[in-house]
């Protein structure tokens, strides 16, 4: 296998990697987000956030 060949193997492959990572961090911050905002409304609830909101 030339040089060249193998740049061009290992630049797809860090694109396939590079994609699934992304991928999988996109899936992954839209579960967080979900877990984020019914995490806040549960400590709303419980007045966690009436401390922290009346600091600033």
Not at 4 to 27: K, P
């Amino acid at each position: 296998m030339t040089r060249e060949g193998f740049g061009q193997l290992e630049d797809s492959l860090s694109t396939i990697v590079i994609y699934g990572l992304f991928s999988i961090n996109f899936a992954f911050a839209r579960l967080l987000q979900c877990d984020k905002i019914h995490l806040s409304r549960k400590l709303k609830a419980h007045g966690f956030f009436a401390t922290t909101a009346n600091s600033t």
